[in-house]
């Protein structure tokens, strides 16, 4: 009889790039090419990318079809990355009101997955995109890894802190990866977390920046000393890493931390340099731009809202799509010697977390996971806010299309999410207010009366 837990464990320590297939080692190999570009060259294979992807929903794509004809943009006089500035922006709200337009006429249907988004800003999003989108990802990903000595051709121990549940229980080892839960009940849990993390050995820790740095914290407070002989780096995305939260974590497990910028439309992937804190742009996976707030385009090192094209999905190309995300973008060259334009900062990725009234924290990235996301077609915006410990209003601003079965089901979701100790509310609101940047927000704790209450 075949032993199938064997099997499983086998097939868990084949390295990525051999289990990977096709597509994957594709990607990887294209990334390590073109890694270190000189400016010209970047620009250079970004144009081509682009002109590439422009014909391509130009033809196939009704939406873009129709607004190149509209505004009499010509592919063939595309020559240089400037032109890109004649298309009108696409927005959120554009894409989600209208997804078929979107989407390529040509691309069979066996061949589309659906990906949510909510975000930061509390706008639930859905996008189309091709089923080999994510092992395209994971190359990319994995590639970015490799500046701090993560490798595909071996096998990379993982512990994951990232909004990931274990099946069972407080953690797991799942498909060969140490999984443990964000959710931190007491403070005698670090050290029962901490021992298995040891005992695991990892090369890599792949974390939520908020999550790891209460690890840390607790390491600190505690005077420990966690010693990890093989860990090479902490890997910290999907939120933003503050310098303080850099330098605790790093004193803490004394070693580097990683972190990128990427987000869920696919439209920009960008990973930190091993000589700098600021983020290399991939050349092969989409093109960035950043607009003012009143809509020019930023010079370098200005604030602007990050703007992008993706190269590599056929099913939705999003062109010159707004992803509300504030960044720093900046053409100055980065001593490393690669010519990839930087992004220099990311605003106003939320690292904020609810408290129930038994002190427990939750942090912003768990209180909607993924698999939830798919509830909210009917939801035009949301905002979680807390003002008092315990207690959690949900802002709804909901499409007429909503229904009593709706509310059900989110109120049964995200009360499970919250555990009993939270007091949870839904208001219907015709608007949720927005920062004064204007920015949407997902969780907003601004006005949480016991702002410094800290778990036991
Ligand atoms: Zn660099």
Request: hydrophobic residues 35%.
């Amino acid at each position: 009889m075949i032993n199938k837990k064997l099997i499983r464990s086998i097939y868990d320590i084949v390295p990525s790039y051999y289990k990977e297939g096709h597509t994957y080692r594709k990607y990887y190999n294209l990334a390590q090419r073109n890694d270190y570009l000189t400016r010209e060259e970047f620009d250079r294979v970004q144009l081509r990318h682009l002109t590439g992807i422009l014909r391509y929903a130009s033809i196939h794509v009704p939406y873009y079809s129709r607004l190149f004809k509209d505004i009499r943009f010509h592919i063939d006089k595309v020559d240089s990355l400037n032109c890109m500035k004649d298309i009108p922006i696409t927005c959120k709200e554009q894409v989600q009101e209208n997804l078929r337009d979107f989407q390529s006429k040509i691309y069979p249907s066996s061949r589309i997955r659906a990906i949510y988004s909510g975000g930061s800003t509390g706008i639930p999003a859905e996008y189309l995109s091709q089923k080999s989108d994510s092992a395209i990802e994971r190359a990319f990903m994995h590639f970015q890894w490799s500046r701090v000595g993560f490798s595909p051709h071996n096998n990379n121990k993982l512990a994951m802190i990232r909004g990931v549940k274990p099946l069972k229980g407080d953690y797991e080892i799942r498909n060969g990866i140490l999984v443990f839960s964000s959710y931190i009940k007491n403070q005698k849990m670090y050290g029962e977390y901490l021992e298995r993390l040891i005992e695991f050995d990892p090369d890599f820790i792949h974390a939520y920046p908020s999550i790891i740095d209460l690890w840390a914290q607790y390491i600190i407070d505690n005077n420990l000393n966690v010693s990890l002989s093989k860990l090479k780096a902490i890997l910290c995305g999907s939120e933003n890493l503050d310098r303080i939260q850099r330098e605790r974590i790093e004193k803490a497990f004394h070693t580097r931390v990683y972190s990128w910028y990427g987000h869920s439309e696919r439209g920009c992937l960008a990973g930190e340099c091993e000589v700098s804190n600021d983020y290399h742009i991939l050349p092969d996976y989409g093109y960035a731009e950043s607009i003012t707030s009143s809509g020019d385009i930023a010079k370098s090192d200005e604030p602007g809202n990050l703007i992008v094209t993706s190269f590599n999905n056929k099913v939705m190309p999003l062109i010159r799509f707004n992803t509300c995300d504030e960044v720093i973008l900046s053409d100055q060259l980065c001593p490393c010697g690669r010519g990839a334009r930087l992004i220099k900062k990311v605003v106003g990725r939320t690292n904020q977390y609810l408290i129930d009234s038994k002190g427990k924290i939750i942090p912003a990235n768990v209180l909607l996971p993924y698999e939830l996301l798919g509830l909210f077609k009917n939801v035009r915006q949301y905002q979680f806010v807390q003002e008092k410990v315990g207690e959690c209003i949900f802002l709804m601003n909901v499409k007429p299309s909503f229904s009593v079965e709706d509310e059900k089901k989110i109120k049964a979701e995200i009360e499970r999410e919250l555990g009993r100790n939270m007091r949870f509310l839904i208001k219907y609101v015709d608007t949720i207010p927005r920062t004064k940047n204007g920015k949407l927000m997902f969780l907003d704790v601004s006005r949480r009366l016991d702002n410094s209450t800290r778990f036991n």
